[in-house]
């Protein structure tokens, strides 16, 4: 009950004019970079990161949960009408819903993936509503021990899950620690990883290095490789978005299922939203009464995935809101944010900030409502971004990422740095490094130092702590659960073709 | 670029890491963990990693897009790339002397260029509209300060 209470002071807070009107630009900003290839919601939330300076905290992060969620909605555009998804959460749905479309169904197979998106992304918000107070409880018996086991283990999670190769993740993960420690050591005074340069005293900036390695490096990577000159070629919107009883038949339980995947893999750490579209996708091709349609253009295979991604949007806000670890590159840029207006995330923000916390979530049942009124309406003006030819998207794009990273103090070493980083990205990007552990060892480096620090202090200098203390200690297990389980899997996958010979 | 200069490149990093880890000063403060224990063992660990990775990459099990057809780079891959590279170049040298616009206008021209767009008046004017443009939103509406406009003050 407590929670009903708190929720509908929140949504007094969410329905004042100025609060939807953050919101409502958030979801048509979102809705927009999910539509357009080379940019996704960490790399706008980054952006954007400057207005923190001028806009009051509420109404930023109500934009910027509306831009979390609305780039989850817009993927399924690209995927469904151009077969090229703007984010890698979409790729499942491309499977089925660019089939759709080449049979004459484009506007059913939007019609699942917008009404899936709002049935789950509200399941998903609820499910935050409830569980997240909970959590909060629990989270409060944490101790600095703790929470540095907490984020060793969400570290090892992003390196270890996500990508092709244990290696490359942790050599990216230890690239964003070794940059999240350059500066002056807040305890100590002392400077690293400085060269003598007096800008580097206050560390890099995560607008700088998320700007860089995502926007910058992917323009290096599709300009090196040269195949991005013209426009992908775009199915025509065909079919009515109109649903059949037998499209809303095959559907709504694939959209249930599929925030059932999505809400608590999306609160795991490296959790992410690629998981739950691929499990939600192959249960609806187990389940479904005409497994011969998958492949041709099943609706099941647009709906479960969507419902699954934007459910899992609502699930990565809930480790990020109680305990204040990120499991994403875009809760990573969120928890930044938090930082810039002096927050203090983890349990404490729902005391301290109960009513920042409470409109937010309140912001995010009514941007449901508003991304499910954009999409379909605006069907056209979406469509109409795609055909934007490649070299004015980009110059667009960059052109935008220098505005973000110049407008922080116009320093035009910041300028240089986005560079520097957009190479370090082209080279990731090429090479198969996966991103979001540079950016996630970036954020948490200084935090996780922090909390290690004043485990000992308590602990009186004993290094026992971490593995005396039987929370700290499992969740260490676990880390190291994840960071052998990949080898050794991969050992025993070489071996068995052995065996059976 | 091979993955084999990508191990030599990280390797040099971990070099000037642990360098710079080496000329971090003690400090006066009483503490469990100094300023250089952390980036101590970061550095140990990139550096472990990177050995791998370089064992690996020598080996020739480590991946590069640009030994797969359908990802492989076009002709002109390196000018391509250089060409975008000018454009931040070119805005970082003009910005403090001629206001915002025309590097950004500049900029984009050199981005544009590099997804084989010409080099003409239409590209200005495409390019010039979209920094304005971007000017106007950050600089007078939401009043985040991006410089003058132009090198005239407006």
């Known amino acids: 009950m407590e929670a009903l209470d708190a929720l509908l002071i929140g949504f007094s807070s969410a329905l004042t004019p100025t609060t939807l009107m953050w919101g409502f630009i958030g979801c048509f900003v979102g809705t927009m970079v999910g539509v357009l290839p080379g940019l996704g919601p960490a790399l706008t939330i980054a952006l ?121 993740g942790l050599i990216a993960l230890s690239l964003g620690l070794l940059i999240g420690m350059v500066g002056i050591d807040l305890q100590t005074g002392q400077m690293r990883f400085t060269f003598g340069q007096p800008q580097l005293l206050d560390g890099i900036e995560i607008t700088v290095a998320a700007v860089g390695i995502f926007a910058v490096g992917e323009a290096l990577f599709l300009a090196w490789q040269g195949r991005s000159s013209t426009p992908s070629s775009l199915m025509k919107l065909s ?94 840029v969120m928890l930044s944010a938090f930082e810039s207006y002096g927050i203090q995330t983890g ?29 379909l309406p605006l069907i056209g003006l979406w469509v109409r971004l795609l055909k934007i030819p490649p070299p004015w998207l980009y110059a667009s794009i960059i052109i935008v990422s220098i505005v973000g990273v110049y407008s922080a103090g116009n320093s035009v070493f910041n300028v240089g740095l986005l560079f520097v980083f957009g190479l370090i990205g082209y080279v990731m990007r090429r090479f198969d490094f996966p991103a979001p552990p540079v950016l996630m060892g970036l954020i948490l480096a200084p935090l996780a130092e922090q909390s290690m620090r004043q485990a000992l202090t308590i602990s009186q200098g004993q290094w026992t702590t ?6 700290s200690a499992s969740l260490l297990g676990i880390a190291l659960l994840l960071l052998i389980a990949q080898p050794v899997y991969r050992h025993w996958r070489n071996r068995q073709p052995k065996a059976t010979l | 670029m091979t993955p084999s200069r990508v191990a030599v490149l990280l390797l040099a990093i971990c070099a000037v890491a642990g360098w710079q880890v080496s000329v971090i000063p003690e400090s006066a403060i009483q503490m469990a963990v100094g300023p250089d ?14 050995v791998f990775y ?41 910005v403090p002397v001629s206001g915002f616009v025309i590097p950004a206008t500049l900029c984009g021209m050199c981005i544009a260029r590099s997804f084989d767009a010409p080099l003409n008046l239409r590209s200005a004017l495409i390019c010039g509209s979209v920094a304005l443009a971007f000017w106007v939103l950050f600089a007078k509406i939401l009043l985040i300060g991006l410089g003058p406009a132009s090198p005239f003050g407006l």
């Not at chain 1, 971490?466 to 929370?471: D, G, K, N």
């Open chain 1, 48 to 168: 954007l990161l400057p207005l923190t300076y001028h806009v009051p905290a509420t109404s930023m992060f109500v934009m910027f949960a509306g831009i979390y969620y609305g780039a989850a909605y817009g993927g399924a555009t690209t995927s469904i009408l151009l077969n090229t998804p703007g984010e890698t959460s979409s790729v499942i749905t491309a499977l089925e819903g660019n089939k759709m479309a080449r049979s004459g169904r484009a506007g059913q197979a939007l019609a699942t993936a917008a009404i899936g998106s709002f049935v789950a992304g509200t399941l998903g918000t609820l499910a935050l509503t409830f569980i997240a107070p909970e959590l909060v409880e629990i989270a409060l018996a944490f101790g600095p021990a703790e929470y540095f086991s907490l984020m060793v283990l969400a570290l090892v999670a992003v390196s270890a899950v996500l990508g092709n190769s244990l290696l490359r």
């Open chain 1, 239 to 332: 079919g009515s978005l109109w649903m059949s009883a037998r499209d809303w038949s095959r559907s709504w339980k694939a959209w249930i299922r599929g925030a059932l995947f999505g809400f608590p893999i999306g609160a795991m750490p490296a959790g992410g939203a690629e998981l739950p579209t691929l499990l939600s996708y192959y249960t609806e091709k187990k389940l479904s009464k005409h497994p011969e349609e998958f492949g041709k253009g099943a609706i099941e295979g647009v709906a479960g995935p969507e419902a699954a991604n934007n459910a899992s949007a609502a699930g990565v806000l809930m480790p990020l809101l109680t305990l204040g670890i990120p499991t994403s590159a875009t809760a990573a």
């Open chain 1, 347 to 375: 349990p404490q923000l729902f005391s301290t900030n109960s009513a920042l916390v409470w409109t937010l979530i309140a912001s995010l049942y009514i941007g449901n409502v508003i991304l499910l009124l954009l999409n």
């Open chain 1, 466 to 471: 971490f593995v005396t203390r039987p929370l």
């Open chain 2, 37 to 50: 224990m952390v980036p101590a063992v970061v550095v140990l660990l990139m550096s472990i990693v990177s």
């Open chain 2, 54 to 94: 370089a064992f690996s990459a020598f080996r020739g099990q480590q991946r590069d897009e640009a030994s797969e057809e359908e990802h492989s780079a076009l002709p002109g891959s390196q000018l391509r790339m250089a060409t975008l590279l000018l454009g931040g170049v070119i805005f970082i040298v003009l």
